[in-house]
């Protein structure tokens, strides 16, 4: 199979985190004999003439791809529904590559809610798409009930956690590598450091807990200087001495965090699945995260604790819990049967009948 990966999302040397799930993915089919072509935005800057600039040129490669390719393509796979979606869309009616899509959360909770216009194109977009993806069970119910799609031709499959990367290292050997202190204990948070990550109520959280000894680390992203600077503020205000930034990590680094920290927290206020917390389940961190979206499901049954976003005392008691080696809220045999249902063998097998189904409608 030749198959178009459209994304508006996708990382490089310079930028190693944007998108990287995405890549991930590509890599997978690459590995076990797909042909894949890649059209993606690979540039996370902002501003407006940026952001125009950037999704014209994207536009135009991805329909001189598709028209050039129209015969060779078995499918498109888009990753989110607007606007990346909107391409596949017109590559199936303007030159007949049925497509896939994948919905991750902001292309509904966010992007489909703007405007009206924008939540018609998408449900068009869903509506016309030979198999949607969603990579959680909260996104699959609002694609199968609001958006009327209809079951047969939805699936939830998460991006997947890939084990030869994420998987536990002894906490000293790990510390020792990160050069962190190898006796207090510590605090992870990783994802990009804007405020709809909860970053703020992290910081807060840990004022709340007020245990000497303790660190945080935020690992990831700053691009909004602005909400990075309020974030130290607030920060100082708090009278908190051991919270460190991290520039985004590299995958094989992130799993050294995940091992080297005694817990992992996901303050969100939404998230669609909660590729993390999975990531740091399979690298043997305990995972604590806000009771949303995809973390629902994810930290339900033993396998970490969810609290209410936005509510830095709840998040306090949730992370002190955790730091309690007797804490019996973890059962490590379902973190294991969930790392194992998220691992590349499952999604690889799944993604190739989904693909071939889609083959089917041209």
């Not at 030749?2 to 944007?18: A, C, D, F, G, Q």
């Not at 709809?196 to 709340?208: R, S, Y």
Request: net charge positive.
């Amino acid at each position: 199979m030749k198959i178009l990966v459209l994304s508006n999302m996708y990382p490089t040397p310079e930028h190693p985190t944007y998108g990287i799930f995405v890549r991930n993915q590509v890599d997978l089919l690459r590995e076990n004999g797909f042909e894949v072509d890649v059209a993606a935005i690979t540039d996370p800057g902002k501003g407006k003439a940026a952001t125009l600039r950037k999704y014209g040129a994207w536009a135009l490669q991805s329909s001189s791809r598709l028209f050039r390719n129209r015969k060779a393509y078995t499918v498109s796979h888009a990753h989110y529904a607007f606007p990346t979606g909107l391409l596949s869309l017109l590559g199936k009616r303007l030159f007949g590559v049925p497509y896939v899509v994948t919905v991750h959360g902001g292309d509904l909770d966010q992007m489909a809610r703007k405007n009206a216009k924008i939540r018609d194109l998408t449900q068009t977009i869903l509506r016309e798409a030979a198999h949607v993806i969603t990579v959680g069970d909260r996104l699959y119910g609002e694609v199968t009930g609001p958006y009327g799609i209809p079951q047969e031709r939805v699936s939830v499959l998460s991006m997947g956690v890939d084990t030869d990367v994420f998987k536990p290292v002894p906490k000293q050997e790990a510390r020792k590598k990160l050069g962190i202190d190898p006796t207090g204990r510590a605090i992870l948070f990783v994802g990009n450091i804007i405020r709809a990550k909860g970053t703020m109520e992290l910081a807060e959280a840990m004022a709340d807990l007020g245990e000497a000894g303790v660190s945080l680390y935020y690992v990831g992203s700053r691009k909004d200087s602005g909400y990075v600077t309020e974030l130290r503020r607030k920060i100082a205000e708090l009278g908190l001495e051991n919270v460190h930034f991290i520039d985004p990590e590299p995958q094989d680094r992130l799993s050294l965090w995940m091992s080297a920290c005694d817990v992992l927290v996901l303050p969100s206020y939404h998230e669609g699945f909660g590729l993390v917390a999975l990531e740091g389940m399979a690298s043997g961190i305990r995972v604590v995260g806000s009771d949303v979206g995809g973390l629902s499901v994810l930290l339900g049954e033993g396998r970490g604790i969810a609290v209410p976003p936005k509510d830095p005392a709840a998040l306090a008691e949730g992370i002190r819990e955790a730091l309690d080696p007797a804490s019996g809220r973890f059962d490590q045999e379902s973190i294991r049967r969930e790392v194992e249902r998220h691992s590349k063998q499952r999604i690889l097998e799944r993604l190739t009948a989904i693909y071939r189904e889609a083959a089917g409608n041209r």
